[in-house]
């Protein structure tokens, strides 16, 4: 089976900072891909960023970055510059072909900017 | 041009209703889903299509089916609607684990 875990139900940022939103996942599988979505008001869901296991070096996407910890399981999104249009609800999510490549997603963290 | 659209955006129904989504994708990808947000914001898949072929099914009632005419197309009916099916539902597509591209969405709610 496989899990992923967002412990922060909910955080804040002061524009123009930054902010880093903590993930943590379970597989027993090798070769698996992890990304972080974005979900503002609008519900619609956005591909914010993807790492593959197999890489070492973190995926960043302009003001976005992660910190992929494979041996710990852990993969936290980093938000530089904060910006009122990042305010949303963020999934951490998990796929694998061993599991026909669904998403498994984690129970997600609202972020609040503040102007 | 919308990669995966999904109709229709808002569907308000009585219980006992039979109720289609309907979802197509542009971007050529061979898996389609069907996902569904529960009122907490949870994300959980239902249903995944490869190249028309059903793959994942997970313990979803059997009142929900799935299907699929072509590998660009996936539609969900829904038979016999319950108060508990109110949520939103998502239609998405990928090629292999790179990621999927969701629609929409559909907020179904069930009076």
């Known amino acids: 089976a496989q899990t992923v875990t967002q412990s922060q139900p909910e955080m804040s940022v002061q524009e123009a900072e930054t902010v880093t939103l903590s993930c943590t996942y379970d597989?027993?599988?090798?070769?698996?891909?992890l990304f972080w979505y974005k979900q503002p008001p609008s519900r619609q869901m956005i591909l914010v960023i993807r790492q593959e296991a197999y890489k070492q070096q973190n995926a960043t996407e302009n003001r976005f970055s992660v910190n992929f910890q494979k041996a710990a399981k852990s993969f936290s999104l980093k938000i530089s510059d904060s910006q009122l249009g990042d305010a949303a609800m963020y999934f951490c999510?998990?796929?694998?072909?061993?599991?026909?490549?669904?998403?498994?997603f984690g129970a997600g963290t609202i972020l609040r900017v503040k102007s | 041009d919308t990669a995966v659209s999904q109709t229709p955006k808002y569907l308000v129904t009585q219980m006992g209703n039979d109720k289609s989504i309907k979802c197509e994708q542009n971007l050529g990808h061979d898996t389609m889903y069907w996902y569904k947000q529960d009122s907490k914001k949870f994300l959980k898949i239902m249903f995944s299509y490869n190249n028309k072929e059903l793959i994942i099914n997970e313990t979803v009632p059997n009142r929900f089916s799935p299907k699929s005419p072509d590998k660009a197309h996936l539609n969900l009916h829904i038979n016999s609607l319950e108060l508990g099916d109110s949520a939103v539902y998502f239609c998405?597509?990928?090629?292999?684990?790179?990621?999927?591209?969701f629609g929409q969405g559909t907020r179904l709610t069930v009076v």
């Open positions: 597989t027993s599988e090798s070769d698996y891909y």
């Open positions: 999510a998990l796929s694998s072909g061993e599991y026909g490549n669904k998403l498994v």
């Open positions: 998405a597509s990928s090629q292999e684990a790179r990621g999927a591209f």
